[in-house]
């Protein structure tokens, strides 16, 4: 079956930085579109960033645009989040996600969380003041 595993979530003080790290299996990775998305509390699930089959091309929401960057390794079935200068509305539970556009039957959104096909379990990151 497919899986989605995070890790690198955890507790920074506002400008520092992590690296959530998404490990794959079960699927012919380099043919997923990837993408992150978080959740804060009480709010709806928002696209973070996106990034084509061979990574050649990334897609940001604006409020991390310049700060986070998206790549992946499809050698390691890997996909990554580095978060730079941290700010404390950056807290939320980070999700990976995985879809295959060209296989989609409608129109595909990368920023659209219903779009996507599978799902990790979510990292909590909290960035304090």
């Known amino acids: 079956q497919v899986q989605l595993v995070e890790s690198g979530g955890g507790l920074v003080q506002a400008g520092g930085s992590l690296r959530l790290s998404c490990a794959a299996s079960g699927l012919i990775f380099n043919n997923y579109f990837m993408g992150w998305f978080r959740q804060a509390p009480g709010l709806e699930r928002e696209f973070v960033a996106a990034v084509t089959w061979s990574g050649a091309n990334t897609y940001y929401q604006d409020s991390v645009k310049g700060r986070f960057t998206i790549s992946r390794d499809n050698a390691k079935n890997t996909v990554y989040l580095q978060m730079n200068s941290l700010k404390p509305e950056d807290t939320a539970v980070y999700y990976c996600?995985?879809?295959?556009?060209?296989?989609?039957?409608?129109?595909?959104?990368?920023?659209?969380?219903?779009?996507?096909?599978?799902w990790g379990q979510g990292t909590q990151v909290t960035v304090s003041s």
């Open positions: 996600a995985a879809v295959r556009p060209r296989a989609y039957s409608g129109t595909f959104y990368y920023y659209d969380y219903k779009d996507y096909e599978y």
